[in-house]
């Protein structure tokens, strides 16, 4: 308990001294996504009584916006109040990383509460209006009730797993095929308590059940009006311009531009879009197969297993605002790293952003090498949990596909603080045994 408490308030402090060296003013610090989630959210985005076009609302699920009106409610618009309540949210996050790593091996459970307390990912993201910091919340809360549930006989932890993953996918519907994808696990878990045939089916349903409830109302929407099981339109634009542009980058050598300029001309040829997001959607997901179903097989599985990798170790320090406000040349727009290296590299104006690449390589190496080690000792140990870990990551990763940035691990974040844990713990001992000899 009072580790726990340690962990919060570490990781509290952190996040609100780095609040403090920010310019929280809305009109110059929101960006991108940032400005969309904000703007959207004073408008009333998806709440009952909102006169916002539903049709604008298809690629997005409520729960982020509904959490951010809340705030916007409850904080009068300041900036600064909410991101410090979703920093609270975030050093809860870090407590909840750590009494899962206790579940599973108390022995590395303090060292994945502080690598996530000092996490820059983390970070980073509570510093942001997204919907990462919430996701990892409830999606974290799933797991500590899965893996509580696996270690009592109480319905009750199975029941609050199902209903925090059905919140997951009301958040973000990558989240909603997880549901079905986790039967199979759950079952096997259910099994293993020696229930009768009846409490062994009411034990599964109830998880189903629970996991559907917040998530029903979109999902029975979709199948009646719009003949679709998908929650959002937004499969179809992120596999066709983040997707397959990222295969395109290095089985044809083509820039972002070039990419997106030929799949468009493809979509083109099909008569183009018709305006209706769902029907939108299944056509670009369509020519998207279409286009990686014409590219070698060998491409498509290096550029989904580089970028997976890539974003694991990539530093999140590259995507805090005040680096990438340095001057430097967009990697998403030279599509190859020895390309986006050179144009920096010639610039001088990019030396600041450079330096701090570098130092960040350093901590990427960290990474990689825990990441690896830290992962085969974890199959060793615990295999049944390593194998829901690599599930986990698979799933995740393939869904993302070849795009590169390190938020994309932002939902398996927990089981990387957990590996770089017992990675780390094997290195202290090592250390202390050659100290020993000498």
């Keep these: 308990m009072k580790f726990g408490l340690l962990i919060f308030l570490l990781a ?18 929101l960006v991108e996504d940032q400005i969309f989630y904000w703007e959207l959210s004073l408008k009333g985005a998806y709440l009952v009584w909102s006169d916002f076009p539903s049709i604008e609302l298809t690629e997005r699920m409520p729960g982020s916006f509904w959490f951010f009106e809340f705030l916007q409610w ?4 300041n900036l600064f109040l909410i991101l410090l309540f979703q920093s609270i949210v975030d050093s809860l996050t870090c407590v909840i990383i750590y009494n899962c790593a206790g579940l599973i091996n108390k022995k590395y459970q303090l060292y994945t509460g502080i690598f996530a307390v000092i996490s820059p990912l983390m970070i980073i993201i509570s510093s942001q209006i997204l919907s990462d910091t919430i996701f990892l919340f409830v999606f974290s809360c799933s797991l500590y009730c899965i893996l509580k549930y696996s270690k009592s ?57 629970l996991s559907f409830l917040p998530i029903s109302h ?114 998403a727009d030279k599509g190859k790293i020895r390309a986006w290296f050179n144009k920096n590299y010639s610039n001088k104006e990019s030396s600041k952003y ?51 940035s390190p938020k994309y691990c932002v939902p398996f974040l927990p089981i990387i603080f957990y590996v770089q844990s017992i990675f780390f713990n094997k290195l202290l001992n090592f250390i202390k045994k050659k100290l020993d000899e000498l």
């Design 12 to 29: 509290f402090i952190i996040r609100f001294i780095n609040l403090l060296f920010l310019d929280l003013n809305p009109e110059t610090y």
């Design 153 to 209: 006989s109480s319905l009750y932890y199975l029941m609050i797993s199902g209903l925090m993953l059905g919140l997951s996918a009301f958040i973000r519907a990558t989240a909603f095929p997880f549901i079905f994808l986790a039967l199979p696990i759950i079952f096997f878990i259910i099994q293993t308590k020696e229930y009768n045939s009846k409490r062994l089916v009411f034990s599964f349903f109830i998880f189903l059940i």
């Design 354 to 404: 450079l330096l701090i690449f570098f130092i960040s390589i350093f901590f990427s190496i960290f990474t990689a090498f825990s990441f690896i080690i830290g992962f085969s000792y974890f199959i060793k140990m615990t295999p049944m949990v390593a194998i829901l870990a690599i599930f986990i990551i698979l799933y995740f990763s393939l869904i993302t596909g070849p795009t590169l």
């Design 74 to 77: 409850i904080t009068n618009k």
């Design 218 to 331: 979109r999902f029975l929407s979709n199948v009646t009006y719009n003949n679709t099981f998908s929650l959002t339109s937004q499969s179809g634009s992120h596999s066709a311009y983040w997707m397959v542009p990222g295969v395109l980058s290095l089985s044809e050598k083509y820039t972002r531009e070039e990419a997106i300029a030929y799949i468009n001309h493809r979509v083109d040829k099909e008569g183009g879009l018709k305006g209706d997001p769902y029907k939108d959607s299944k056509k670009l997901f369509s020519i998207s197969m279409d286009i990686l179903s014409e590219l070698r097989a060998t491409d498509i599985v290096y550029s989904w297993a580089r970028a997976s990798f890539l974003n694991i170790i990539t530093s999140a320090v590259l995507i805090d605002m005040r680096v990438r406000k340095l001057q430097h040349f967009s990697f």
